[in-house]
């Protein structure tokens, strides 16, 4: 098969390579129809995560279902699927209670950005499709495969309620789909911190109420004065970065919850803001099985459309283009069409 | 007055002190009854926070009002009433919403091992009795100014639900008052990290259903192989170090929320743990008034005593004697009488 491949930081390739296979009889192949690039694999791009030998890349994709093994019951050959970027067994204690992010078997797609991708775990992991999507919809469906139930998550994990005041910190793509996300969850006030032009856009499509350009105290001091002093019900961390972290913290009201859906970088928390003001923490790895059944009918129905975030489509073979635009923030997300 | 006077690290003398006043016609004075040593009041003593200048020490107190001022309503002179260590005002939004650790006036006891202790936002602070409570009961009522509903707020926190595994990090008066309240919380299994005798066996009066002595990787081992690998569904953190916050999540089953209640210091959440299997974290300062209506007729019911962590009773006058013991590890905590 044609496949991203990652040589060192900095350097990517598409070139041939094996293709995947049916290593366990609970394992399904999937033909990419389409993958994309995220924030995440920027981390080995940009040399924040060692590369030990060449691999391949890529944990995003949505296609069709090409060859199943001798256990897999619900899913078929010829299943149009989105493929979670956390494949679980279904069947554990985590998974039964809905952590399925904390499954005893937990693998992640390893082949995103390629023309085929191993599914382990196929009949609990992968989301099948009643039919294949019309292609118009095929950047809305990919966005189920992590961005938007990652985005979901920050929103969850914040506790946004209806009618409440929510905060995103970031504006890439999984800060774009958490304004999205909060929106969905009946925020009534949604704060966007951003100050690049096409990412507020994005934003106010997603249903920003306001839009932040400040960052650290300018921005606390920017938030607390939105919401008279008080700060804000719930406050979406989509950075990871020390700075972010405090920032979220200090605009959270008393007793509010900080959701964070990326892995910190040696961040710390700052405890005496938490401690005195009750702040919370909770997110982690998105629950994506968990949220399908309840994110995908709506995004079917055209009634949650993250598709905005991918600003740039490229055909599978331009890959290291779009990690380019990615890295230099040219582009908020990349979809790559093999 | 005679009060606490905390000099330097390790030096603490008992001498006439000024009698603190009616500084706002908010405030109260309450005549001490009974106060305490917190094991917060070791850091100043350990030299952990700097002592800038001669001050008294001390915010657990019980006692009767000796003074109001002119805008107090609720609150007479001669009532019997719990001071909780945080004041606050009762009508700020942070207040109304429960936040009461949050307050915008928010400010503490400062003269609880003394003979005279003032009290800001004295009506909405100060838990009034009906009457005087029995000599006997004093230690039980003293607890609830501080030692009880923090440890219970920890609990709280973590989500201790009726049936479930709590873990207990800690075994000081805080730790000892979170298996107290996992208890009352309805927890199924409490599993107390305790290597010392004398506080075991108070883990045990107040409901630990398992002991576990090791610490660290050897704790986290035990812990779930008392719970068939999967770990607590909730866990009470009441150390604040940076072991014991890493078992804290370690012991925690994913989707699980650790419960804190000290201000860390200097310490790290283990973000992969923290990412992986989504434990959350909660708590911080105890919204003490919050709880008293719910804990207070409990204790004086007698259904709620946590007068067993005071295993040390001294007269005033023998406070310097109380902080050594308490430092050495002698004594859980030290009741002091004016």
Same sequence: chains 1, 2.
Avoid at 3 to 24: F, K, M, N
Avoid at 155 to 172: E, L, N
Wanted: hydrophobic share 45%.
């Amino acid at each position: 098969m044609r496949a991203t491949i990652l040589y060192a930081p900095g350097h990517v390739r598409v070139e041939s390579w094996a293709d995947p296979s049916i290593e366990r009889p609970t394992d399904a192949i999937v033909r990419v129809v389409a993958g994309c690039v995220c924030g995440s694999d920027l981390w080995p791009y940009r040399g924040a995560n060692p590369v030990s030998e060449p691999r391949t890349i890529g944990h995003e994709a949505i296609g069709v279902v090409e060859a199943v093994g001798a256990e897999v019951e619900r899913v078929r050959t010829g299943n149009f699927v989105v493929v979670p970027f956390n494949h679980c067994c279904g069947r554990c204690v985590h998974c039964l209670a809905g952590q399925t992010q904390g499954c005893v078997e937990l693998a992640m797609t390893a082949s995103g950005q390629a023309e085929l991708t191993r599914v382990t775990n196929a009949d609990a992991t992968c989301f099948v499709l009643d039919a294949a999507p019309d292609p118009a919809q095929h950047a809305a469906v990919l966005a189920l495969s992590d961005v938007l139930p990652t985005g979901y998550h920050a929103a969850v994990s914040a506790g946004v309620a209806p009618g409440s005041t929510a905060v995103v910190v970031g504006d890439g793509a999984v800060g774009l789909c958490g304004v999205l996300s909060a929106r969905r969850l009946g925020a009534e006030r949604i704060i966007a911190l951003s100050r690049n032009p096409q990412r507020q856009r994005i934003a106010t499509i997603f249903g920003a109420t306001d839009l932040v350009p400040d960052r650290g105290d300018d921005a606390v001091e920017a938030v607390l004065e939105l919401t008279d002093g008080v700060g804000a019900d719930a406050v979406l961390e989509c950075v990871g970065t020390g700075e972010s972290m405090r920032t979220a913290f200090r605009v959270a009201r008393p007793g509010a919850t900080v959701g964070f859906v990326g892995v910190p970088h040696g961040t710390e928390i700052p405890w005496s803001t938490a401690f005195r003001n009750n702040i919370g923490l909770r997110g982690g790895m998105a629950p994506v099985v968990r949220y399908l059944p309840e994110l995908a009918p709506a995004v079917l129905a055209g009634e949650l459309d993250a598709s905005a975030v991918f600003d740039l489509e490229l055909p599978l073979e331009q890959a290291p283009q779009g990690y380019a635009a990615m890295d230099e923030r040219r582009a908020v997300k990349v979809l790559l069409r093999p």
